[in-house]
Each structure stands twice: as C-alpha cells, then as structure tokens.
C-alpha cells in the first residue's frame, strides 16, 4: 500500500515566511501559523524568526509537553518531505525527553523563598537606612542595597518569564508586574519582547536586539555596513557620530554600562506608548507608575542634591554589574548575521554563549545566568538544576565537537574588553579615513 501522505519540500516551506502567510515544521509536520501569531504568549518575533522553516528544537526548548496537542489545529496536512534529523538534534530532544521524565522542570527547589526573602531584606535595608539615618555612608550603603536588590528581582523576573516559579500562571503574572515593573521600573512586556527574541536569534547581529547598541557599542565590523535590524524595524546606521563612539568603546563600555539602566526606563515607555500591540498593556503602565511614584519620593527624602545624585549613582553602578554579566555571556561569543536557523539550533547556541565560571556559593549572586549555554538551550529548567546538568551538557558538546566556552569573571571581562578594542581599532581606521578625506 502507498504512502498517501502529501509532502512538500524545504524550498517551498520557505516561500511562506511572511507574517501574513507563515507556515513552520515541527517533527517533519507543516503547520499554518499565520493567526496563532496574533495570540502567541511569546510574541510574533520567535515565530516570525523561523518563518518556513524546520523548528523543532526551537518548539521543544521553549515549550511544554502539553503545548503538543494545540499543534493539531494549525496542521496543513502537508509532510516535510526532506526531513532528517541530525545526530546533535537527536541528542538534544533525547536530553529533553529524559530531564522531563526525571521531572527536572518541575523541580524548583525553595530558590523562589529564598529570593523573595534575601529581597524583602535589601529592601527593608534600603529604606530604613534612607528614612532612619542621618549618615552619608549609611546612605551610600543603601543605594548600594537598592541595587543588589534590583539584580536580584530582576533574576526572579526572568525565572517568573521562563517558567511558572509560583502556583498558577494568575500569581505568576502578578509576581512579573511586581518584579519587574513596580520594583525595578522596567516592563516585564519589554523584557518579554527583547528576550524571546534574543533566545531565538542567539548572536544574529540584524536579529538578535541584545547585540543592536549602535550608535554607542559594536561588537563586529559587520556592524559597520548599516545593517538593517529585523527587530526594530530600522536601520542600525553607523554613521560618523557610531564611529566616535564606538572608536573607543573598549574605554567607556564600563562607564556607561553603570548608567545603562536608564536606557532600559526609556525602552520602557518607547514601548509602553508605542502602537505596537502589548500584553496587558494597563498593568504594564499602572506597575511602573507605581515605580515612578515610590522611587522619586524614597531619593526626595535624602537631605541634598549630592546626596540624591550619589545615592541613585550608586545603585545603577552596583545594578550594573548585572548588565555587565549579559553582555559578557555574549559579546565575545561568535556571531553571525542573518535569519537563525531551526536546523542548526544546538549548534547557534554553542557558538553565541559563554559561561561564567564561579563557586556554587556565588551562583545566588549569577541568577543562574552564569551557565549561559544550559540556560540557552534549556531555557524552561529552572535554574537550581543548571549546575546539575552542566556536566550533561559538557559531554555532548565534547561529542559533536562543538565549543563549550566557560571562563571566570575576570577572564570574561578581558574577552569582552578585546573584543570591543578590536572592533574599536577598526572603527578608528575608517574615522581617521573619513577625517583625512574630508580636511
């Protein structure tokens, strides 16, 4: 008996790769996706990133097991008729098969508690030694405080993105809003936006928004050609002011990752008031004019305008260490320019992740984001399992001979630093073309 099964093949799964025509391929299975885009709680930017294309790593790292059973409504009855699947692929869905049946996802030991604790703590620390103390040290301390407290919501907002860390997707959803927007100021909406994006598009310079800084910060030459970014919708234009800036980024990256917080506040509102379409977009407002109510009265309580600028420096200096740490797991990594690719998704989040090194005693100071790779590639385990699977993950890229790339702090902070130089280096050269040419 004949295979009556309809296939198509890759080159015309690739012609529906338009928002208004979208279809993707999970396990050899053509699905049309084209409305699921309006409702997906990930966002459009993931799917539209692998439009018409083979997604099954893709689906299987950010989903659930039960997310399976809605693929059955978007089915087009067409097979993949070029399917194969690597051996890389193939070991990475039986790791995920296993840590599912070992019940790794579901086991989030009492990291929840302990962050909601250690940051009750930091901020009870913060403001009675704003409200109840009369010294400038003492103030300084607890600026410093309310940035530690910062980088510590801010991993138990990413975890609360990722994976359910409380009992229903309601308390959740709470947890986000509270986290991200009424204590830190920045929307859990615009994190979920960036970060899904990035996951996916791991190191694409024209995909990815967490490596698009023009015009202050360029980690390739690549960058250098005015590419145009397929997030933002625009031109990433390097035009002589990029060329200033990045010729000596390799000196002010420090110094401007310090204050980089108040780049991701006006992010926030850009979005926020934006016309693009935003997930609980009055929630998202009201958390940060609850944060924009708290913050200004808590600075207006310190004696004086040094005092003030000091204390709110202070704690963007201590939260910048955080911002520091995401750009270390990244920008010395590889990267590439163009769409990701589904079939190749192991093998993108090698290249474009760099561990952390450190104790097991500093992983609460990390967030779990010091294994990068692990997080990358199992973005839903929660992080007291990512020290545990490290060794797994290890293994297998020692098995297909891919990078496994894990440096102390010190040693991430000299990769970085040479990556930007190098690209500064090249900046310069075209500056002082453009300088000599033009008198």
């Known amino acids: 008996m004949g295979d009556s099964k309809k296939y198509i093949t890759a080159e015309e799964l690739k012609k529906h790769n338009k928002r208004e025509d979208l279809w993707i391929s999970v396990q050899g299975k053509v699905y049309n996706v084209t409305d699921w885009i309006k409702k997906h709680p990930g966002g459009d930017i993931p799917i539209l990133n692998l439009a018409g294309q083979e997604a099954t790593d893709a689906f299987i790292a950010f989903h659930p097991g039960s997310a399976w059973k809605h693929l059955d409504q978007f089915f087009t009855g067409y097979y993949l008729e070029d399917y194969e699947v690597s051996e890389v692929s193939r070991d990475y869905r039986k790791l995920c098969v296993e840590f599912a049946k070992a019940g790794l996802f579901e086991k989030k030991g009492h990291g929840v508690i302990y962050s909601f604790c250690f940051i009750a703590l930091l901020l009870f620390l913060t403001?009675?030694?704003?409200?109840?103390?009369?010294?400038?040290?003492?103030?300084?301390?607890?600026?410093?405080?309310?940035?530690?407290?910062?980088?510590?919501?801010?991993?138990?907002?990413?975890?609360?993105?990722?994976?359910?860390?409380?009992?229903?997707?309601?308390?959740?959803?709470?947890?986000?809003?509270?986290?991200?927007?009424?204590?830190?100021?920045?929307?859990?909406?615009?994190?979920?936006?960036?970060?899904?994006?990035?996951?996916?598009?791991?190191n694409s310079l024209d995909y990815d928004p967490d490596l698009q800084h023009l015009p202050v910060f360029a980690v390739s030459s690549s960058l250098f050609k005015s590419l145009q970014s397929?997030?933002?919708?625009?031109?990433?234009?390097?035009?002589?002011?990029?060329?200033?800036?990045?010729?000596?980024?390799?000196?002010?990256?420090?110094?401007?990752?310090?204050?980089?917080?108040v780049n991701l506040f006006v992010q926030t509102l850009l979005l926020l008031f934006s016309k693009r379409k935003v997930p609980d977009?009055?929630?998202?407002?009201?958390?940060?004019?609850?944060?924009?109510?708290?913050?200004?009265?808590?600075?207006?309580?310190?004696?004086?305008?040094?005092?003030?600028?000091?204390?709110?420096?202070?704690?963007?200096?201590?939260?910048?260490?955080?911002?520091?740490?995401?750009?270390?797991n990244h920008f010395a990594a590889d990267v590439y320019v163009g769409q990701p690719k589904g079939n190749d998704w192991f093998e993108k989040q090698t290249a474009g992740t760099i561990d952390i090194d450190c104790s097991p005693q500093m992983d609460w100071f990390f967030g779990g984001l010091q294994f990068q790779l692990e997080h990358h590639l199992f973005p839903r385990l929660p992080r007291s399992q990512l020290r545990n699977i490290s060794p797994i993950v290890q293994e297998l890229c020692k098995k297909h001979n891919l990078p496994y790339k894990s440096l102390s702090f010190f040693e991430a902070n000299r990769w970085t630093i040479r990556t930007l130089r190098t690209a500064a280096m090249q900046a310069r050269g075209l500056l002082w073309e453009a300088v000599n040419t033009h008198g």
Not at 132 to 146: P, V
Not at 182 to 197: E, M, Q, R, V, Y
Not at 254 to 260: A, E, L
């Open 281 to 328: 977009r009055f929630l998202n407002i009201l958390g940060i004019f609850v944060f924009w109510t708290w913050f200004p009265l808590l600075v207006s309580t310190l004696p004086n305008w040094t005092e003030r600028v000091l204390f709110v420096l202070t704690a963007f200096a201590v939260t910048g260490i955080q911002h520091v740490q995401f750009c270390l």
């Open 127 to 202: 403001f009675y030694g704003v409200l109840f103390s009369d010294s400038f040290l003492i103030h300084m301390l607890s600026g410093a405080f309310l940035g530690l407290s910062w980088m510590q919501i801010s991993y138990l907002g990413h975890d609360s993105g990722h994976y359910l860390i409380m009992t229903t997707r309601g308390f959740n959803k709470m947890v986000q809003i509270m986290s991200g927007n009424c204590l830190t100021g920045i929307s859990i909406a615009w994190w979920k936006w960036t970060h899904n994006a990035h996951h996916v598009a791991c």
């Open 230 to 261: 397929t997030f933002y919708g625009r031109e990433l234009t390097f035009d002589s002011l990029a060329k200033f800036f990045v010729s000596y980024q390799h000196f002010t990256f420090y110094p401007i990752v310090c204050v980089s917080r």
